[in-house]
């Protein structure tokens, strides 16, 4: 079954750090750009980043520039966001996609919740 | 950064009637708009690719059209389950960017 899993969401304070994770598995995870994307609570959704299929490009909303890099690991068909200097405004549930070759996000994950807050 | 304007930013209708949701980008981005299903409580969906491509699995009531700046979804005939929040998405020009989404609702 073709399917992304999120982890890594919790409670941090401001300023603090999250690292999340979404597992791929049912394709080749290696052959796909892939994206984050983020809603907070009772919004709309925002793209937060995207890296190439080999991690050679990404790209970053404005709003998460120098604070959040995206990663991955093709031998572990893992996507990564590392979080850093959190603010109130990064609350929201993230959820990793897959891009299509149209640019479509065609698989999502369920998403994982990142609250920031003292 | 390219913006996307949706219309409505809600709607109530009636089952079995026709609902069309309208898509502005601020500039061209040719055929490259996506439309999303997002239910309460559920990640988004992919309804139709490309302006007006359909899905595998996607019911053939919604279709899509439109280009370069006016996109239109529509669903034919809405069902109860239709109830969700719809989104358009454009590829043409990073920052990838979200329509504001529309919210419809069954009466």
């Known amino acids: 079954e073709v399917q992304l899993v999120e982890s890594g969401g919790g409670l941090v304070q401001p300023g603090g750090s999250l690292r999340l994770s979404c597992a791929a598995a049912?394709?080749?995870?290696?052959?796909?750009?892939m994206s984050w994307v983020r809603q907070a609570p009772g919004k709309g959704l925002e793209w937060v980043a995207n890296i190439k299929e080999d991690g050679s490009e990404k790209y970053y909303v404005d709003s998460v520039k120098g604070r959040f890099t995206i990663s991955r690991d093709n031998a572990e068909n893992s996507l990564y966001l590392q979080m850093n200097s959190l603010r109130a405004d990064d609350t929201a549930v993230y959820y990793c996609?897959?891009?299509?070759?149209?640019?479509?996000?065609?698989?999502w994950g369920q998403g994982t919740m990142v609250t920031v807050s003292s | 950064e390219i913006v996307l304007t949706q219309s409505p930013d809600f709607q109530s209708v009636t089952p079995k009637e026709k609902v069309t949701i309208t898509c502005r980008a601020s500039?061209?981005?040719?055929?490259?708009l996506h439309w999303y299903q997002q239910k309460p409580d559920q990640s988004p969906k992919l309804l139709i690719k490309?302006?007006?491509q359909s899905i595998s699995g996607v019911p053939s009531r919604f279709s899509g059209s439109g280009s370069g700046t006016d996109f239109t979804l529509t669903i034919s005939s809405l069902e109860a389950e239709d109830a969700a929040a719809y989104y358009c998405?454009?590829?043409?020009?990073?920052?990838?960017?979200f329509g504001q989404g529309t919210k419809v609702e069954i009466k």
């Open positions: 049912g394709f080749t995870f290696r052959s796909y750009w």
């Open positions: 998405h454009q590829s043409s020009s990073l920052p990838w960017t």
């Open positions: 996609a897959r891009e299509s070759g149209s640019g479509a996000f065609d698989i």
């Open positions: 490309y302006a007006s």
């Open positions: 500039q061209s981005i040719g055929r490259s």
